[in-house]
Nanobody, 125 residues
């Protein structure tokens, strides 16, 4: 079993920045791909970004490219999402997820095996 715990959400003004963290526990996660998803009220959960075990394979949703950066520190079992130039449309609950797939070519929620509890990000205009 793997447990994922997110932190770092909050309220920020448009144009501001936040950094989300997700720490995994329960078993070694270095060979897994980690991802971030988000879900706004009334909308489906959507892919934001993911990163493979080496940190060299990355993927981003078009809506966050050039604004968000995903990274991971395997020594700390932690994945990060640096979010810059935040906009009101980025408001959502952000979820960390882990998949057994070892490459970043999986973007559907169903591809992921474990999920965190989510952290709220609210961007005011």
């Amino acid at each position: 079993q793997v447990q994922l715990v997110e932190s770092g959400g909050g309220l920020v003004q448009a144009g501001g920045s936040l950094r989300l963290s997700c720490t995994a526990s329960g078993r070694t996660f270095t060979t897994y791909t980690m991802g971030w998803f988000r879900q706004a009220p009334g909308k489906e959960r959507e892919f934001v970004a993911n990163i493979d075990w080496s940190g060299g394979g990355l993927a981003y949703a078009d809506s966050v490219t050039d604004r968000f950066t995903i990274s991971r520190d395997n020594a700390k079992n932690t994945v990060y999402l640096q979010m810059n130039s935040l906009q009101p449309e980025d408001t959502a609950v952000y979820y960390c997820a882990l998949t057994y797939y070892s490459t970043p070519y999986y973007w559907r929620p169903d591809d992921y095996n474990y999920w965190g509890q989510g952290t709220q990000v609210t961007v005011s205009s």
